[in-house]
């Protein structure tokens, strides 16, 4: 099973907009991270966030972590055409010796 | 500077043949990861190489082998391909292993008939 759960599976708003989803995950990480795939590409990392941190940002986003629920959520502010990708976190489960992702949050900005 | 080079892009296979599909990297970086993205299922780890001259099973490594030719370049193969090995396959390096970000090829589109 995966250890990292996106929610929505799909989230299609306006653009200018600002787009949240999330992640849910199992076990104990050392870090979470997000990634962008655009339709036909490979994956480009957006941020880490380390499991002593609970929030972080970088640009337009914002990436939150809370441990004890084991979540974190993707915050994409004042979002634009080109923000339209699937979205995915991974996480480093300690002792696991990987990188587990999730199904990915599929998002759509309308113009 | 392509960083993460995957070769072919695109391949057709009958059951039973075999190919290898190539990863080549110019970031000098020490771990190098095969996963397989299928629709609904995220992407999977098959297999992975935490430096030159090691390499280790990931979550669905049944099917495929790989080598681990040089600092470079790393390598996929199916010996016998099967209809559920149908898949993009991404090959990803990174230079702190599972701790850090990970950079990724544009993949390779594999139909097996």
């Not at chain 1, 787009?19 to 994956?43: D, E, F, H, P, V």
């Not at chain 1, 941020?47 to 972590?65: A, F, M, P, W, Y």
């Not at chain 2, 669905?60 to 370049?73: D, T």
């Amino acid at each position: 099973s995966q250890q990292g759960e996106e929610d929505p599976q799909a989230l299609s708003i306006q653009e200018g907009e600002n787009a949240t989803m999330n992640c849910s995950y199992k076990t104990s990480i050392n870090n979470l991270q997000w990634y962008r795939q655009n339709s036909g590409r490979g994956l480009v990392h957006l941020i880490l966030i380390r499991s002593n941190e609970r929030e972080k940002h970088s640009g337009r986003l914002r990436v939150t972590l809370d441990t004890s629920k084991k979540s974190s959520s993707l915050l994409i502010t004042a979002s634009r055409a080109a923000d339209t990708a699937s979205y995915f976190c991974a996480t480093d489960a300690r002792g696991a010796q990987k990188l587990v992702f999730g199904q990915g949050t599929r998002l759509t900005i309308n113009p | 500077n392509a960083g993460v080079t995957q070769t072919p892009k695109f391949q057709v296979l009958k059951t039973g043949q075999s190919m290898t599909l190539q990863c080549a990297q110019d970031m000098n970086h020490n771990s190098m990861y095969w996963y397989r993205q299928d629709p609904g299922m995220g992407l999977r780890l098959i297999y992975y190489s935490a430096s030159e001259g090691t390499t280790d099973k990931g979550e669905v490594p049944n099917g495929y082998n790989v080598s681990r030719l040089n600092k470079r370049e790393f390598s996929l193969r199916l010996e016998s391909a099967a209809p559920s090995q149908t898949s993009v396959y991404f090959c990803a390096i990174g230079a702190l292993g599972f701790t850090g970000e990970l950079f990724f090829g544009e993949g390779s589109r594999l139909t097996v008939l």
